[in-house]
T-cell receptor, first 111, second 118 residues
Framework: QQPVQSPQAVILREGEDAVINCSSS?????VHWYRQKHGEAPVFLMI?????EQKGHDKISASFNEKKQQSSLYLTASQLSYSGTYFC????????????FGKGTRLSVIA | GAVVSQHPSWVICKSGTSVKIECRSL??????MFWYRQFPKQSLMLMAT?????????EQGVEKDKFLINHASLTLSTLTVTSAHPEDSSFYIC??????????????FGDGTRLSIL
């Protein structure tokens, strides 16, 4: 079942922060976050595994609350290059399984 | 790092034509590859799971006779859109997991194929 992402779209000015949420009705094994720019393939950002994991690099970080079956992506001090559509992809088990993607969150960063 | 190569990047062809898209894992073996389709402003939707040496598994609503998948080697899966029509125009993208799904590595995506049927 497709995870639910919120918000659907957000507009930020450079330097502002944003949070994108991803929730599932099923227990999750992992959550993957991707950013896709128009006309391009998705680019991997990070993977979070079961266990309340948190990760981050540069000014993008994420958390995974397995009990609530939710993950959040945090973008701080946004830059113009952060613009794009963010997708969460979920796995319900380990092993060679496909990702089920949310509908995406369109992020626009303006100067 | 692990790389998935997809070819061609884009195709424009007439209605009724069959189009073959290749997905290769360049530096790892992939017993399983995944094919997704993305319509404009929509999410990536899984079409099928390609299994090396056996039949592909198709998602509900995906016609297996229209979207032929062949996974003849551990590094190559092909998707053939047979007798393509304008409604098949979309962005097709494949992915594979270098760790075979057991080493908690992310899916690696090809660059995608933009298919336009006139």
């Amino acid at each position: 079942q497709q995870p639910v992402q919120s918000p659907q779209a957000v507009i930020l000015r450079e330097g502002e922060d944003a949070v994108i949420n991803c929730s599932s009705s099923k227990a999750l094994y992992s959550v993957h976050w991707y950013r896709q720019k128009h006309g391009e393939a998705p680019v991997f950002l990070m993977i979070l595994l079961k266990g309340g994991e948190q990760k981050g690099h540069d000014k993008i970080s994420a958390s995974f609350n397995e009990k609530k079956q939710q993950s959040s992506l945090y973008l701080t001090a946004s830059q113009l290059s952060y613009s794009g559509t963010y997708f969460c992809g979920t796995e319900i088990s380990s092993g060679n399984t496909p990702l089920v993607f949310g509908k995406g969150t369109r992020l626009s960063v303006i100067a | 790092g692990a790389v998935v190569s997809q070819h061609p990047s884009w195709v424009i062809c007439k209605s009724g034509t069959s189009v073959k898209i290749e997905c290769r894992s360049l530096d790892f073996q992939a017993t399983t590859m995944f094919w997704y389709r993305q319509f404009p402003k929509q999410s990536l939707m899984l079409m099928a799971t390609s299994n090396e040496g056996s039949k592909a598994t198709y998602e509900q609503g995906v016609e297996k006779d229209k979207f032929l998948i062949n996974h003849a080697s551990l590094t190559l899966s092909t998707l053939t859109v047979t007798s393509a029509h304008p409604e098949d125009s979309s962005f097709y993208i494949c992915s594979a997991n270098p760790g075979g799904g057991y080493s908690n590595q992310p899916q690696h995506f090809g660059d995608g194929t933009r298919l336009s049927i006139l």
